[in-house]
């Protein structure tokens, strides 16, 4: 089996392979292509995943072949399945979304708020095309999208591919994980009722053996507040809820003492993540690299990433730096290789994925990407029926994915009158003067926002 990745020199690439280093049965995947524009990051990576295999318990025999390439119909061509991964305009692009939205008093996260609608104006565009290239060259393939803003983008490839294109996250994975755990289940026998949009959904039950122990954990204070998203939100309002929010409602729960937070941080998330790799990929990328050198500098740089991640949110909360129970990643590379597996051998699963909603949710229409557990089998995914959403999260579903839906259009029409209605209808922007002002600092920052007129 071939798989192409998408963003090929991204950070997150070993995580990746190194699923698939662990894959040895029959179907697996044999050879890995690597696509991305930047040919020196491409290099440093082919250096880490040769370490990996080198490492790996199998070694190098039979560990998956890797190419790389910065053609993308090369990259493609004979694919059986298609990883995206990319990120149009790059960390410095990142860093300045952040920047501009915190000048305005509003939140510049990269999925989230006005930082989420500039990525997605200026990646809808690149994902659009992508699905037009792999619908013409590799037309059997299947893609996963994990590229951000991860809804957004899999609705926009979903407009040629149809069901062919299936995002995943590694938040609810995570959550769904802490909370079983908790509970004193294995993950993989519980059921997690889960749903919403991507980076915009909720944990509303958790059945073990048939038997929804969520409320045990809601009574239980202490139990609450002793993993993640309990430190962040607090025992009090996730009883108040009802529910476990994923992480990033964070971000709507708290959104004036978070936006304070990174305006007083030193550095944005994305101009640390920025300055970091660039010291990870020079170091990486050279020539004389001793053996397992690129793989170390991978490691160390890795542990620093999760060691940092949300930490304004976690100032906010009071909750100080992150335990080592949370420091384990969702494991987006594993429900990768589910999706995969289930798909290519007809091993079915049951995963929380990014699908089109058919029904599922009756407050949106068939076509918009929701977030919710599914069947998977040799067809694809299918998303499981849900019970409704309680009205509080209908008003944050809708509200988002209307601006989701103006970025589509905007991205579709090129009319900044679309582009200025995505921001204002963002519930985490309030004013339409925000909106103008915002999109004329992002349009002067960024070349590929030029198509907007």
């Known amino acids: 089996m071939r798989l192409t990745i998408l963003g090929g020199g991204g950070f ?5 392979y190194g699923a698939l280093l662990g894959d040895r049965g029959e179907g697996r995947v044999s050879h890995v292509t690597l696509y991305d524009e930047d040919s020196g990051r491409l290099g440093a990576m082919a250096r880490v995943l040769a370490d990996q295999a080198s490492a790996s318990a199998g070694g190098t025999a039979g560990a998956p072949v890797v190419t790389a390439t910065t053609d993308l119909d090369e990259a493609l061509r004979g694919a059986d399945f298609v990883f995206s991964a990319i990120r149009v305009g790059g960390l410095e692009g990142r860093a300045a979304d952040e920047r501009i939205a915190l000048a305005e008093g509003v939140l510049g996260q990269e999925t989230v708020g006005a930082g989420g609608i500039a990525y997605g104006l200026r990646t809808v565009p690149v994902a659009r095309e992508i699905a037009r290239r792999v619908a013409r060259t590799a037309p059997d ?4 999208n994990f590229t951000n803003p991860a809804g957004v983008v899999t609705e926009a490839m979903a407009e040629e591919l149809g069901d062919r294109v299936i995002g995943i996250c ?22 997690i009722d889960y749903v919403g949009l991507n980076h915009l959904g909720w944990v509303r039950g958790l059945r073990i053996g048939g038997r929804d122990e969520l409320p045990r954990l809601l009574a239980d204070a202490g139990a609450l507040e002793s993993f993640e998203e309990g430190r962040l939100f607090g025992a009090e309002w996730l009883r108040s809820l009802g529910a476990i929010p994923n992480e990033y409602l964070h971000y709507y729960y708290f959104n004036r003492d978070t936006v304070q937070a990174y305006q007083e941080a030193k550095q944005t998330r994305g101009a640390f993540l ?31 990433r999760e060691a940092t991640y949300m930490a304004e949110n976690r100032e906010v909360a009071g909750v ?20 995969m597996r289930a798909i290519a051998r007809d091993e079915r699963a049951t995963l929380i994925l990014n699908v089109r909603n058919r029904g599922t949710l009756s407050v949106l229409d068939a076509g918009a990407v929701i977030e919710v557990p599914c069947l998977v089998d040799a067809n694809g995914a299918h998303p499981v029926a849900v019970d409704p959403l309680p009205l509080h999260a209908v008003g944050l579903v809708t509200s988002v994915k209307a601006a ?7 991205a579709a029409s090129g009319s900044r009158a679309d582009a200025v209605k995505a921001f204002a209808l963002h519930p985490l922007v309030d004013s339409v003067g925000v909106a103008r002002r915002l999109l004329d ?3 002067a920052e960024h070349p590929g926002l030029g198509y907007l007129r």
């Open 12 to 16: 997150r690439v070993p995580l990746v």
């Open 141 to 144: 393939a299947w893609v996963i």
């Open 170 to 191: 590694d938040s609810p994975v995570g959550l769904g994980r802490r909370i079983a755990r908790l509970l004193g289940a294995r993950p993989e026998e519980a059921w």
């Open 274 to 304: 920025r300055d970091q790799q660039r010291g990870f990929y020079a170091e990486a990328g050279r020539p004389d690299q001793a053996p397992g050198a690129a793989l170390a500098a991978w490691d160390r740089t890795r542990a620093e």
């Open 320 to 339: 100080g730096e992150r335990e080592e129970s949370d420091l384990e990643s969702g494991g987006y590379e594993k429900v990768a290789l589910a999706l």
């Open 404 to 410: 989701e839906r103006e970025v589509l259009a905007a």
């Open 441 to 443: 600092g992002y349009a």
